[in-house]
């Protein structure tokens, strides 16, 4: 399969793709077969400096805020059309730079380009404000501001569409943004660039520094210059942002890390409920946030289910990331192979069964780990309550709701949930008993874009999507006008 070696990927700074003060480079490699597709600019604190200068500037100064909304929503608009025009392009870079399957990563592009459009509606229907009329004596009356300039720090396990989920509101409500792309995964990142160049956004409005978290990341958290982080990453990286933007007191949205139980009881509908597991814990790799990573199944369906289970892993179809069949693809990075390995040896040393299947010869330079299915577990295990990130399920048998209840919530996350079972009353109460920022029941993850989006517990603060992401990416000011003559108190009015 076809898999390109690609030029030089450089920052984005003031309307202009540059090498970096220190030109110093780092090398990205491809998960398919560790080979070098090319070299990123690698970026540092006075890169960051330059880049929040230059979107300082764009807020205090330029067009971008001030200009008439409909004249900004072209703008955004147009960022969608250039990334559905671009779409296959961007699909293959995405595949090529993080093993994902292309035909995963084109669901990715597609819906990269709605959030633009879906952030354009939002803001001239949705960002409105409240107004409250005062015994005929007040109307205050509340507004949205942008904020200034937002620093987004995204992850590599669906870096494209990440980016844009919190560049489209940044943008459409009129701020201006530095984007620091995950390290592993910055082509899509360079693409986006590309795209807003394109369509001829005013210089500053938008500046990507490519480099590592310790350095670029942490100079973004810790600049002046910055008034809001939203940050998708690991739990641990989301303390440690906290900890960094506290002395310049910034606003923060955290997305992080989850350990989802999907919980299936004897009534569910047993053939969609595997459909849905299989697909939420093997898609996107096991990479992604929201998986259901621990399976908590009735103990009168859990031989059954390890058996569907087990006839599942043999069909999955391991492969190339670019070949359109393929099901799953290699891990984004040797170290993150190591990490999700290490899991899969700690659960055998815990007790647990595993089963997996082999990785074909041809795919051994690859980072590949078969999808693996670990069973014989409980909820104290280390594969029980921590997140592994990779095609790695964990099934844990339940007798009663009580218990299950118990096992769901006793993790240190709680970003998602799914319920499995045709009783109604169970189904929802169940469902609003978890402690977690999302539940769906009888269903895999599918997202209205209108729905808040994020986590509770070490899973996040906050919510994003819908008009929540106003909240975020806003100020809201209110403005109190007096209607009558105020009974105002008369210090020193009178000797
Ligand atoms: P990560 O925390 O290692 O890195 C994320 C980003 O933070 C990268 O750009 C990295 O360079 C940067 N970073 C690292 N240290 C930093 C620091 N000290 N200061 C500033 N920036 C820093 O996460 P990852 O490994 O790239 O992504 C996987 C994690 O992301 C998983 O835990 C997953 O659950 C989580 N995730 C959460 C969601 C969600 O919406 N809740 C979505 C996707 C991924």
């Not at 620093?151 to 494209?160: E, H, Y």
């Not at 359109?324 to 815990?350: D, F, M, Q």
């Amino acid at each position: 399969m076809n898999h390109r070696k690609m030029g030089k990927v450089l920052h984005y700074i003031n309307g202009q793709f540059t090498e970096g003060i220190s030109g110093h480079v780092f090398p990205n490699l491809n998960p398919f077969n560790n080979e070098p597709i090319n070299e990123i600019a690698e970026g540092f604190a006075e890169d960051i400096d330059l880049a929040v200068q230059s979107a300082r500037k764009a807020f205090d100064e330029g067009p971008w805020r001030k200009m008439a909304l409909k004249e900004r929503l072209t703008y955004i608009l147009r960022i969608a059309d250039l990334i559905d025009k671009y779409g296959d392009e961007i699909s293959y870079m995405e595949s090529l730079d993080t093993g994902l399957p292309v035909a995963q990563t084109k669901k990715q592009a597609a819906r990269a380009a709605e959030n633009f459009r879906f952030y354009a509606e939002m803001v001239k229907s949705r960002m409105v404000g409240e107004a409250y009329q005062v015994d005929g004596s007040f109307i205050n009356y509340t507004i949205h501001k942008p904020v200034g300039v937002a620093g987004l720090i995204t992850p590599w396990n669906a870096p494209f569409m990440l980016e844009t989920w919190k560049v489209a509101p940044t943008l459409a409500t009129g701020n201006t943004c530095v984007l620091k792309p995950a390290e592993w995964a910055p082509l899509t990142a360079n693409k986006l660039a590309e795209i807003i160049h394109e369509a001829g956004l005013p210089e500053g409005v938008f500046n990507v520094v490519h480099g590592f978290g310790e350095t670029a990341g942490a100079a973004l958290v810790a600049h002046p210059g910055v008034q809001l982080i939203s940050f998708t990453g690991e739990t641990t990286t989301g303390s440690e942002i906290i900890r960094n933007g506290a002395a310049t007191l910034k606003r923060f949205s955290m997305e992080l890390g989850g350990k989802s139980p999907a919980i299936v009881f004897d009534d569910a509908d047993l053939d969609t409920a595997l459909d849905a597991v299989v697909w939420q814990i093997f898609s996107f790799n096991g990479e992604r946030c929201t998986a259901n990573s621990r399976l908590l199944v009735h103990e009168s369906i859990h031989d059954e289910m390890i058996a569907r289970l087990k006839e599942r892993l043999g069909n999955i179809r391991l492969g190339d990331p670019m070949d359109e069949s393929t099901e799953v693809g290699p891990l984004i990075h040797r170290n993150h192979w190591e990490n999700v390995t290490r899991y899969i040896e700690i659960a055998r040393k815990e007790g647990a069964e595993v089963i997996s299947t082999e990785i074909p010869e041809k795919f051994k330079s690859g980072n590949y780990v078969a999808p693996t299915v670990i069973y014989q577990a409980n909820n104290q295990m280390t594969v029980a309550q921590e997140e592994i990130f990779g095609p790695v399920l964990t099934v844990i048998p339940f007798k009663t709701e009580e218990e299950v209840l118990r096992m769901a919530n006793d993790v240190k996350y709680g970003l998602a949930a799914y319920v499995w079972t045709n009783d109604i009353k169970r189904g929802h109460r169940l469902a609003q008993a978890v402690d977690s920022g999302m539940v769906w029941v009888n269903s895999q993850n599918v997202r209205d874009l209108r729905v808040p989006f994020g986590g509770s517990k070490s899973s996040g603060i906050g919510r994003e999507g819908g008009h929540y992401s106003f909240e975020f990416y806003t100020e809201t000011q209110v403005i109190h006008v007096a209607l009558d003559e105020q009974h105002i108190p008369k210090f020193g009015a009178s000797k």
